[in-house]
Each structure stands twice: as C-alpha cells, then as structure tokens.
C-alpha cells in the first residue's frame, strides 16, 4: 500500500497551512517529517513512516531523521513506522531496541480497515452485507442521486454536514479552515474528491476521499441527519468504492476502526458499519518517539507524568466530595 500521509501533495497541503515539511530518501526508505512544537519544545513529526523495505533501510532513515532533528533543532522524532521492514508483531522488541519509546498517544489509528478491490468490483460487492449492496443498486428509486466534485468551493457541503454532525454529537471537528485549505491544494491537483449524494437535487450526505499511487483513503463523512432513514451514506461509500476501482486503485482504506474485544470503544459504531463493506483488518505498531535530545526529552517525561498524576488526584478528590 501507497501511504497519502507520506506523498508529496501531503507535503504540499502542510506547507500550504504555513508548516516546514522536510523530506528525505536513500536506498529503500524515504520520509516527509513536518516541524511541529509541543511543551518539550520543536519535534519533528512523521505521519505513517518512515516508509522502508527493510531493516537496514529502517535504520539508515532513523540515522537521517536524527541528523535532520539535531540540525533544526528538534527535541526528539515522532514516528509511525507502518512499513519498515518488519511485522507490526515485532515492533515493540524492534523499537525499543532501538531506542525508541512509545509516544504518550496514537496520533493516527493503530488499527485500520481495507477494502481490496480487486479485478472486478463485482467481487467487492458480494463481499458486503447484502443490505449494502442492495442499497447501491435501488436508492435511486427513492430519488437519490450521486457526484464527484473537485471544485474546492463545495467543500462547503461537508462541512455544514459536519457542523450538524458535531452539534449532534458533541465531538469537535476539524476547522472550517483546515478542510477548506485542504480542498484547495488537493482537489484541483485532483488527489481528493468530495462524493456528494443529493435528494433531488439537494445534498443529504457528503465524503471526502484522498488517492495515492494505488489506495483512496475515506478521510471525512457526514450526513443530514432529517434523511437519515434513507441510509444515503452507505451507497455512497459504494459509489466511492467503485469510482477508485474504475480509476485502477487498488484498495480502499476506511481509516480507523476499534479492536475486536472492546465493544465499548468510542468507535464502535462506526467500526461496525465499515466493516459491513467487506475487507480486513491491518494493524500498525502505532505512535513512537525517538529521543534526539535526551535531557530535554526526559524532563518533558516527567512533567507530563506529574501533571497526568495531579489531574489524577483532582479527579479522585472530586469523587470523594460527591459521596
């Protein structure tokens, strides 16, 4: 799998939001890490990599990211190496021998759900539950249609969506200001595709998809919550599916999912209707730092644990009050 995070219209999307992006390659390996600051002070942050086809080349990116962390001044490298030559059953062993430590916590999923499309959709299809598949093929006789759309002025859709979705919910969503920003780098280069559903004519239910080499990766979704018994959001999920299979992709991420054995998980609900698509699960090793400034690095360790403990202690204090 080709990784969006990893890609250079990435690079281009974070350079666009003002940060500095760097990125390396040699004989196997290549990353794009973007400076980013939290109260250790500069880190350098490498979304899904770096990428390596083995260890060797694993560890010559870690040399080049120490390098690079030294040079711009980084306290340490946060990495989520999702291929490096090694199974995601080792890493633990892996990274901690080499120096690594895990970070405080998973920034991108450790867990995610692919869909493999195969050589014919057909295929994909029967792999659904049947309520899906039959949704796909009969909504429009309810009046529902489906677009694509790489104009970045109807990011404006998703984003009322959104809005809805999180008053609804109670969950904070992305800025207005970051979706918009990455509408505008990566529709026009024709990376991203907002996939709207409409009731005659009116939208009801929107998705944002990012395409790399060989993978569309289903990044944001939301729907008018007054047509929800129209269950518009799963044939177009299918409509986004069979779009990347009809431009040669190979897979399509769902993005995060929640384990197997925690049905309380916050994500649960959404895990149940991804799944309901068909695929497999992929497990990454998740989240690690790489310490570059030891001393500094450390500190900032302990004062994270001694705050964790404070609020530890408020919150235990709290409880003892309501008895």
């Known amino acids: ?49 770096p990428l390596a086809d ?15 962390a030294r040079k711009c001044g980084a306290v340490f490298v946060r990495l989520e190496p999702v291929s490096a030559g090694f199974d995601s059953s080792d890493a633990d062993t892996v990274l901690r021998s080499r120096g690594l430590r895990p970070a405080p916590a998973n920034l991108q999923p450790e867990l995610s ?12 299809l029967a792999g659904m539950k ?12 309810k009046g529902v249609t489906f677009r694509s759309s790489q104009d970045p002025a109807d990011i404006s859709v998703l984003l009322e969506f959104l809005h809805l979705t999180a008053a609804r919910n ?4 992305q800025s207005d200001e970051y979706l918009s920003q ?18 005659d004519g009116s939208p009801i239910a929107a998705a944002l998809a990012y395409d790399s080499d060989d993978t569309r990766t289903y990044a944001h ?8 018994k129209l269950s518009a959001g799963i044939p177009l999920l299918v409509t986004l599916m069979a779009d990347a299979s009809e431009k040669g992709l190979r897979y399509v991420d769902l993005w995060g999912v929640a384990p197997a054995d925690q049905p309380d998980h916050k994500w649960a609900g959404f895990t149940a209707f991804k799944k309901s698509f068909g695929g497999r699960e992929i497990a990454y090793p998740g989240t690690w730092d790489l310490p ?26 709290r409880a003892g009050l309501r008895r």
């Open 1 to 49: 799998m080709d990784y969006f995070l990893q890609g250079p219209h990435w690079a281009d999307v974070q350079r666009a939001l003002g940060r500095t992006v760097h990125e390396q390659s040699g004989d196997g390996w290549r990353f794009l890490a973007v400076e980013e600051s939290n109260p250790a002070g500069k880190l350098l942050y490498v979304p899904y990599g």
């Open 54 to 68: 083995s260890l060797t080349a694993f560890d010559a990116a870690l040399e080049s990211l120490t390098a690079l």
């Open 113 to 124: 759900w692919i869909v493999d499309l195969g050589d014919d959709f057909k295929d994909v």
């Open 130 to 141: 049947p309520v899906n598949r039959n949704l796909y093929r009969n909504i429009h006789k």
């Open 170 to 173: 109670g969950f904070k969503p």
């Open 182 to 199: 990455v509408a505008r780098s990566l529709m026009p280069a024709g990376v991203a595709t907002l996939f709207i559903a409409e009731l």
């Open 221 to 228: 979704a939301a729907l008018d919550d007054t047509h929800r």
């Open 292 to 317: 570059v400034n030891k001393v500094r690095y450390g500190a900032y360790q302990l004062a994270r644990k001694a705050a964790q403990a404070g609020k530890k202690v408020v919150r235990t204090l």
